[in-house]
């Protein structure tokens, strides 16, 4: 029993002296030990990096032979080819090349707001067909 309450006793105090701001026992070996797990650390973290890219660079083989199979491109490749294309299109004007315009917009709307009213007038009784004819 009492070397346990010395045990504890010590240690209490070794405790309350950290708490206090006392110094803490110094370990010889300290800066070794911790030179060594900065170490283990590095070593452990390249070989996860090294890792990581074996397999990304597995996953590209089998997605480069998805893409060969069913004739898909990268995006890289798909964005460059467009580029190019927008750039040859440019070539010989001086402004910028026009946007496409949606259906349904610009000039012809006055075209469309014909046949759209025609159509409705198709589905209505005669006497009243005549009225809007008017």
């Known amino acids: 029993d009492s070397f346990i ?3 504890f006793s010590q240690r209490a ?3 309350m002296g950290k708490m206090l701001g006392g110094e803490e026992e110094k370990d010889p070996d300290a800066a070794k030990k911790e030179e060594e ?8 973290e390249e070989e996860r990096k090294a890792k990581h890219a074996r397999m990304e660079a597995e996953r590209e083989k089998v997605r480069q032979t998805i893409r060969d199979k069913y004739g898909l491109k990268k995006k890289e ?3 460059a080819e467009e580029k190019a294309a927008m750039e040859q299109a440019c070539e010989g004007s001086l402004t910028r090349p026009k946007k496409a315009i949606p259906r349904g917009c610009g000039d012809d709307d006055e075209e469309d707001e ?6 409705v007038l198709k589905f209505l009784p005669g006497p009243l067909q005549d009225m809007f004819k008017k």
């Open 114 to 119: 014909e046949s759209i009213l025609d159509t």
């Open 13 to 15: 105090t070794k405790d």
């Open 5 to 7: 309450l010395k045990f």
């Open 37 to 44: 797990r900065q170490e283990a650390l590095r070593q452990q």
């Open 77 to 79: 490749e798909k964005e």
